[in-house]
Every structure is written in C-alpha cells, then in structure tokens.
T-cell receptor
Framework: GDSVTQMEGPVTLSEEAFLTINCTYT??????LFWYVQYPGEGLQLLLK?????DKGSNKGFEATYRKETTSFHLEKGSVQVSDSAVYFCALSTIDTGNQFYFGTGTSLTVIP | DVKVTQSSRYLVKRTGEKVFLECVQDMDHENMFWYRQDPGLGLRLIYF???????EKGDIPEGYSVSREKKERFSLILESASTNQTSMYLCASSITAPGLAGWDEQFFGPGTRLTVL
C-alpha cells in the first residue's frame, strides 16, 4: 500500500544552520506530495506541496523537490530560525486513494539560539 | 481563509462515558476527516466522509463512530470511552477537484486533546 517514511527525530539545530528532513514514499499511483507543519499546541498547516515530478514546492524559505526517480521529497531550509521549531510531517495523496492522505510519523525540530 | 473549528481544546472524561467531539468547517468542503495523533505513530485516519450522511472507515475505526447530518459538521463519537483512546484528535476538511482528485490540500482544526481516566 501507499506509505511515507520520514527521518526520525528529534532534530536539534543552532539558529542559522542548514536543515534537511528526509522523506521517501511508496505509491502505486502517481502521488501529490505535501509537507505540513505543526507548531506547539496547534493543528497541522500546509507548508508546501508538489503535484508532479520535478516540481519544487516552496514557502517561508523552505523548499522540497518532487523526485520520482528516487521517490523522495526532502525538506530543506538554508538558515533556520527559532520560530521554525515545530513538528514536520511529510504526506502523500493519490487519485487511487481518493482524497485520503498518508502521513509520515513526523520529525520534531528544535532550533536553539 | 478556511476555518476548521473543534468544539473543545481539552477534554477529560471517565472510562465508559459517551464522548462527542464536534468539528465545523466554514468553506463548504465536501470532504471531512477525523484523525488521532499519538507520539511515534503520526496521524492515523479514523473515519472520513465525502458527503452528508456518508461515512467511510479509515485505518482505525474500532471503538468510534461518526455522524454527518449537515455538510459543515462532522462529529466523532466514542460510544464507551476507554483509556487507550486518550489522544489528540484532529479534524480536517478538503474540497474534491474533479479530474484532479488526489492533490487537494486538507485544512486542519486546532485539535482536541482527550484524556480518559
């Protein structure tokens, strides 16, 4: 079945460090890919998405590129801030699953000053 | 802005009680979802609904039921709460784009943290 595997956390970085959170997927169809962010005490918010191969999603300095050949959608940011501390979820959705999403287990990021 | 609201942020109930969690969205979305979120397990789908009075089981429906009498409202019911249902419950909604199904963003509510004693 469809699934998402993302990097285990927690991740702790110093402010201005480079961030990568790995995400790989398995899908029988042709998925759309998403990164969601959950700030402490809140629900999930869409961070970025990509709907076809080689698309790059970007938002708030975060980027992820849909790589069909490696079935990956890694999240990157060049310089993290304390305010980026949150839990990040990779997710996929395919036409074969209707509008169901499959989420990764989440990666907790803490950025220290 | 799409808004998804949940009736309570925190709830404490006793074992065996019947529990209702309410979710309302204000953007006329067809699809609504209930997830539970547990550490190390991510989000797991409990039930979802594509239309009024329509429901489908997700991955972990046991011990839960749902009701969708109006398009904007989707209720999750714990018929007899148990301690293993202590969790964070998240509601979400989305539209369906004909011919493009599978790419629609889900909008989430703030969550209800339920503790069953």
């Amino acid at each position: 079945g469809d699934s998402v595997t993302q990097m285990e956390g927690p991740v702790t970085l110093s402010e201005e460090a480079f961030l990568t959170i790995n995400c790989t997927y398995t899908a029988t169809g042709y998925p759309s890919l998403f990164w969601y962010v959950q700030y402490p005490g809140e629900g999930l918010q869409l961070l970025l998405k990509a709907t076809k191969a080689d698309d790059k999603g970007s938002n708030k300095g975060f980027e992820a590129t849909y790589r069909k050949e490696t079935t990956s959608f890694h999240l990157e940011k060049g310089s993290v801030q304390v305010s980026d501390s949150a839990v990040y979820f990779c997710a996929l959705s395919t036409i074969d699953t209707g509008n169901q999403f499959y989420f990764g287990t989440g990666t907790s990021l803490t950025v220290i000053p | 802005d799409v808004k998804v609201t949940q009736s309570s942020r925190y709830l404490v109930k006793r074992t065996g009680e019947k529990v209702f969690l309410e979710c309302v969205q204000d953007m006329d979305h067809e699809n609504m979802f209930w997830y539970r979120q547990d550490p190390g397990l991510g989000l797991r789908l409990i039930y979802f609904s594509y239309d009024v009075k329509m429901k489908e089981k997700g991955d972990i429906p046991e011990g839960y039921s749902v009701s969708r009498e109006k398009k904007e409202r989707f209720s999750l019911i714990l018929e007899s709460a148990s301690t293993n249902q202590t969790s964070m419950y998240l509601c979400a909604s989305s539209i369906t784009a004909p011919g493009l199904a599978g790419w629609d963003e889900q909008f989430f509510g703030p969550g209800t943290r339920l503790t069953v004693l």
